[in-house]
Nanobody, 121 residues
């Protein structure tokens, strides 16, 4: 079992930045890919990228490429999502998820509770 707790969401003006955090706990965390996935009202979940135990974030979709960056602190078991140049279309609930396999969908075994990000115009 893996437990995930997100934080860092909030209200930000368009053009601003936020950094989301996801603290993981459980066993064998080094075997999991950690992903960020968001869901806006009335829309399907959108995969934002994932990161393994080592290496950079991968799989960024065009909608966030160059603006969002994943990173991982192994010492604190924390995964970050740095979000820059935010726009109102980024408004969503952002979820941290963990899975043994990399996936560009929402096919991850464990999920956090989500954190709301609202971008005002």
């Amino acid at each position: 079992q893996v437990q995930l707790v997100e934080s860092g969401g909030g209200l930000v003006q368009a053009g601003g930045s936020l950094r989301l955090s996801c603290v993981a706990s459980g066993r064998a965390l080094d075997t999991y890919f950690m992903a960020w996935i968001r869901q806006a009202p009335g829309k399907e979940r959108e995969f934002l990228g994932a990161i393994g135990w080592s290496g950079p974030g991968i799989g960024y979709p065009d909608s966030v490429l160059g603006r969002f960056t994943l990173s991982r602190d192994k010492d604190t078991n924390t995964v970050y999502l740095q979000m820059n140049s935010l726009n109102p279309e980024d408004t969503a609930v952002y979820y941290c998820a963990a899975g043994l396999m990399f996936s560009r969908t929402s096919d991850y075994e464990f999920w956090g509770q989500g954190t709301q990000v609202t971008v005002s115009s």
